[in-house]
């Protein structure tokens, strides 16, 4: 293949206007270092520059404004940093202010006394006068055309200070438009998907984008460039499942004498039909030659637990370990109890293995484990350190997964010469759009349906001046026999001022409860792990009434008489920690509460919070919308996954054109894997340019 000696390639300072000095500047600021960059720098508005507004005229429903007039008055205003420089814009109908906290001298000296300019900026009010802030001036030019949707693209202060302003750019672009035609930027997409999916060629795409002819005209543009965006990842992901596929895996033929007993003798419950459906999507994949990789979401309490336990049964009775990986030790503690509990009639040996098991205990865990005789071990992420060896794992769970490095998932794989089955067991919803990326390249089962009996959980938000009343309630619940959970959040940064306000806390509490008949116990992250332990049990055993703690307890911890949740100033934590929260109560027979309180005075995105929480348990819908206040790279850790670095896609609102692209990107491998014929060839070549450019570690799931 000759190389693809492109025009796009051009050092972007070649571009007149650029130059040497703006050309270093952008690759600094902007990461735009060739005229593709360039290209590929998307305006983030358009503006209307026919459209322009009296100042006479503005009001508090204003927010993006473009008035014209003149300038005058500059002053230069404050104390040192404080400082920032004012002028006055007049127009026939009245005047406005406009402020520059930083380059207010430049902009004074370039503007001219009398000459008339578009201002165009966002509208603040301050005691009842309007102003604009940083506003984005140009020359009027009365004779050039008027245009309803002018490109305005993101700049930086050094770039502005260098006269790369956010509309200069469309000169740039413009100057860009005269080099390149339809032959350098070739389209990519085959026809028959150009045609089915309408969208727009590739070349008239980008120029629509820049420079829309009309409403219209942008959003066949973005609608074509995000397309080509979202093909191209669904493309990397679903390649990568169809390697992971083509990994050959062990077989699990039998469905055993372990399984069977257990399942017709000592199951305490019957399974719900979302859990069977899991088991046998399970059944299925590990009978198939093909090494399992699915993700099992299920909410919290729809009993994730039995599936796994089920398919370790299935495991040991074709001759393979396995192991369940949590992300606590409190964690691993309570599935260790639970599930020896469960497996001691059939005489199955289970083994922890924590940082706290030591000496000769861990020595006699290690040699069970890789002789073969422990055919089940649960554990922590000591799991996966080097020294453990097993003789034959068949099978790794990682339960919560969330809360484990991508890089410990890949460790599990080298704990054999053949790489195990892979289950990962979440209780975070995945949005679809994350579930399409970021964990698109595994099989994912879904555990819609919680086992029956369970009450809704009532959700209350109080403000803080409800303290006395809450106390009361919770005194009364007590009563009933009832236990309590009290959370205080904790956020790293502040670590020690929260672990001050919790212990703070927990001598309220002692204050509010001081009859000794009530029994308070607390645990933290700081705590010595043999005294977490012990006051976790009293909990769990009961003899606590009140569990006052962090988030430590809001991973999986169960305790079924627990029906009341207080979480203190609620306004700290995300809507899905929350949920998790919440989901440690509602495991019982009784009738739950969890009670948010918070300060009195909130912001409105707290009360938004707030709000949803008390109207809804479904853990999907608060996935969703916790994606849409928070955006997605705060969420999951999938910052630094890279699989959602995407230039024009948006994954909140784009999930149509996702779902499009997914079906597309199948039927696009369906027909030709490798991506070899032809038509194909152009997106093959994309696709090995990105990946080179990005590092996605999110691939070493596999
Ligand atoms: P999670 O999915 O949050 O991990 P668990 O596995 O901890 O949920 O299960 C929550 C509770 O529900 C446990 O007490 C468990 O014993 C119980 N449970 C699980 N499956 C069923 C079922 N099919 N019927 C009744 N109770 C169940
Ligand atoms: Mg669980």
Redesign the pocket.
């Given at each position: 293949m000759t190389l693809n000696n492109n025009i796009l390639d051009t050092p972007v300072e070649f571009l007149k206007g650029v130059g040497p000095l703006r050309g270093a500047l952008l690759l600094k600021e902007l990461n735009i270092q060739s005229y593709g960059d360039l290209l590929k720098h998307f305006p983030m508005r358009y503006i209307d520059t026919a459209g322009i507004t009296n100042i006479s005229e503005l009001t508090h429903e204003h927010e993006y404004v473009q008035l014209r007039g003149v300038i005058f008055n500059f002053k230069e205003e404050g104390q040192s940093f404080r400082k920032r420089h004012t002028a006055t814009l007049y127009d026939k109908t009245g005047s406005i202010e406009l402020i520059w906290f930083q380059g207010g001298s430049y902009v004074q000296k370039n503007i001219q006394p009398n000459a008339v300019y578009n201002v165009f900026g966002k509208l603040s009010f301050f005691n009842g006068n309007a102003n604009i802030s940083h506003p984005e001036i140009e020359l009027f030019n009365a004779s050039a055309p008027v245009n309803s949707m002018q490109p305005v693209y993101s700049t930086t202060e050094k770039l502005k200070a260098k006269g790369v302003t956010n509309r200069s750019f469309a000169k740039l672009m413009q100057g860009l438009f005269e080099k390149i035609n339809e032959q350098s930027i070739p389209e990519i997409l085959p026809a028959d998907v150009l045609q089915h999916y309408k969208l727009m060629p590739r070349f008239e795409a980008f120029r629509q984008i820049h420079f829309p002819a009309s409403e219209k005209h942008k959003w066949h543009a973005e609608r074509r460039l995000k397309w080509e965006e979202l093909l191209l990842s669904q493309l990397k992901i679903l390649k990568l499942k169809l390697n992971h596929h083509q990994q050959a895996g062990f077989i699990f033929p039998n469905v055993g004498a372990h399984f069977n007993e257990f399942f017709n003798n000592h199951l305490?419950?019957?399974?719900?039909n979302a859990?069977k459906r899991v088991i046998k999507e399970i059944r299925q994949d590990t009978f198939s030659g093909k090494q399992m990789n699915r993700l099992v979401q299920?909410?919290?309490?729809?009993?994730?637990?039995?599936v796994a336990l089920m398919s370790m049964l299935l495991a040991w009775d074709n001759g393979f370990q396995s192991l369940l990986m949590a992300p606590t030790e409190i964690l691993a503690q309570q599935h260790y109890q639970g599930i020896k509990e469960l497996l001691a009639p059939l005489h199955i040996p289970v083994a922890i293995l924590t940082g706290t098991v030591k000496g000769k205990e861990r020595k006699q865990v290690l040699e069970g484990l890789a002789k073969g005789v422990i055919p089940i071990v649960i554990g922590t992420h000591a799991l996966v350190e080097d020294t453990v060896k097993f003789q034959n794992l068949g099978l790794a769970i990682i339960?919560e997964q969330h809360r484990f490095g991508v890089t410990q998932r890949a460790k599990l794989w080298t704990k054999n010469d053949h790489p195990p089955h892979v289950l990962v067991?979440t209780?975070t919803p995945i949005p679809r759009t994350l579930a399409m990326t970021v964990y698109g390249d595994l099989d994912v089962s879904v555990?819609d349906e919680l086992?029956?009996?369970r009450k809704p959980i009532e959700t209350i938000h109080r403000s803080e001046n409800f303290r006395p009343k809450v106390m009361q309630f919770l005194k009364n619940e007590i009563e009933k026999g009832r236990q309590i959970y009290i959370v205080y959040p904790l956020i790293e940064e502040s670590e020690k001022l929260d672990y001050e306000s919790l212990k703070a806390g927990y001598e309220q509490v002692k204050a509010w409860f001081p009859d000794p008949k009530y029994r308070v116990a607390m645990v933290h992250g700081k705590q010595p792990l043999d005294e977490k332990e012990r006051n976790m049990h009293r909990f769990v055993s009961g003899d606590a009434h009140i569990l006052v703690a962090t988030t430590v307890i809001e991973v999986?911890v169960?305790v079924?008489n627990a029906s009341v949740m207080v979480i203190e100033s609620s306004e700290r934590f995300g809507l899905s920690q929350l949920h998790q929260l919440r989901?440690r109560v509602g495991?019982g027979s009784e009738k739950s509460y969890c009670i948010l309180l918070t300060g009195f005075e909130i912001s409105k995105e707290s009360r938004q919070r707030m709000s949803i929480m008390t109207q809804t348990s479904d853990g999907f819908v608060i996935a969703e919308e916790d994606l849409k206040m928070r955006g997605p790279g705060d969420i999951y850790g999938t910052r630094q996954s890279g699989a959602l670095d995407f230039k024009i896609a948006d994954i909140i609102h784009d999930v149509e054109i996702m779902e499009e692209t997914k079906v597309a990107a199948q039927t696009i491998l369906n027909n030709d894997p490798m991506l070899e014929q032809p038509m194909h060839r152009a997106l093959q070549i994309q696709i090995h340019h990105s990946r080179n450019k990005q590092v996605q570690q999110w691939n070493k799931i596999s």
């Open positions: 305490p419950f019957s399974l719900t859990q299920g909410d919290v309490g729809s009993g994730k637990t039995m339960d067991m209780a555990i086992p029956p009996g999986g169960n079924p989901g495991r």
